[in-house]
């Protein structure tokens, strides 16, 4: 069974840091693609980046490039989510997915509505 809990999301000053981590089960993380999903109320889910465990390659929505940076810890089955200079508009649930009939980590970013499994999120807000 195909498991992914999130943690690590919290209240944040705009200008902060945070770390967000997926622990994954179920599965073996390195023939799976993992992203980072986020949405904000009254906003459909986005991608914000994923990650193929297997080759490393890696995407970031435009909106976050030079300021989040994915990795993986294939040991720990543990995607992570370092998030930098964060803003009031990357407020959101922020969920983790995992898909492995992906072949690249841009289609599964964009293609929200066709990954297969999600955890139940983290709340994330920016805010003075």
């Known amino acids: 069974q195909v498991q992914l809990v999130e943690s690590g999301g919290g209240l944040v000053q705009p200008g902060g840091s945070l770390r967000l981590s997926c622990e994954v089960s179920?599965?073996?993380?390195?023939?799976?693609?993992i992203g980072w999903f986020r949405q904000a109320p009254g906003k459909e889910r986005e991608g914000v980046s994923c990650?193929?465990?297997?080759?490393?390659?890696?995407y970031y929505a435009d909106s976050v490039k030079g300021r989040f940076t994915i990795s993986r810890d294939s040991a720990k089955n543990t995607v992570y989510l370092q998030m930098n200079s964060l803003k009031p508009e990357d407020t959101a649930v922020y969920y983790c997915?995992?898909?492995?009939?992906?072949?690249?980590?841009?289609?599964?970013?964009?293609?929200?509505?066709?990954?297969?499994?999600w955890g139940q999120g983290t709340q994330v807000t920016v805010s003075s």
């Open positions: 179920g599965f073996t993380l390195d023939y799976y693609i």
């Open positions: 990650i193929s465990a297997s080759d490393g390659s890696t």
């Open positions: 997915a995992a898909d492995g009939l992906f072949l690249a980590v841009q289609p599964m970013c964009e293609m929200t509505s066709a990954v297969g499994s």
